[in-house]
């Protein structure tokens, strides 16, 4: 993120760079840590990835360097977002942890959080796709920053079209448990089989393996 601001803003200082990263809330979408930045700043400046050009000082507030990226800097940057735009990258998912297990007698529940679920997404779409058009109207953002917000409302409805297909599925699991009996193997102990449950987990968790698209972003 410093890299990067600095070669598309030219020289700043740290104040600047922090108040661009909490004006684009890139610590909610970005995993930026904005209290980091300026530890950051003087580690890349020893590592020679940035350079101090001046010392500005206003009235009696603490002088400030004002540092620009170096070649070392743009080489590394160049590196950085090849790699940020050509892999795909996977982080924890909970929510595929809380789906994958719950136990059939608690569909129902689920299906009223799922509800809840669904709500939440919905609002967050909806804030995301009118704080995009009303930046864009205004001229404050540029066409990547609009293609970034379109692309967090398209996640978002493609989630709550899945979110439709998931209802569908737990709807029939819940009718079909309704009516079917037991094994006699299951009526004995009480109980699934703990080793065919593990064999099933183990064969579905892959599709867990993704994030979470409800997690809040704002460019």
Known sequence: MVLGTLQSSGPLHGHEIRRIAEVTSVSSWGGVSVG?????LRTMDETGH????????????????????????EAELRGLREEAVTEIHHGTDPFGVALLFTRTDDLPTLLGLLKRRRD??????DGIAAEGEALHSA??????????????????????????????VIEQA????SGARPTAGAEESGA?????AADRADESHQAYETDDPTTEVHT
């Open 36 to 40: 980091a930045l300026y530890r950051e």
């Open 50 to 73: 940035v350079e101090s050009v001046r010392t500005e000082q206003v009235g009696r507030r603490p002088a400030r360097t004002v540092y620009r990226i170096t070649a070392l800097g």
């Open 120 to 125: 939440a997404i919905r609002a967050m779409r």
């Open 139 to 168: 001229g404050t953002i540029g066409p990547l920053d609009a293609a970034m917000f379109r692309r967090r409302v398209i996640q978002l409805d493609a989630e709550l079209a899945w979110q439709d297909d998931l209802d569908r």
């Open 174 to 177: 819940v009718a079909d448990s």
């Open 192 to 196: 699934a089989d703990p080793a065919a």
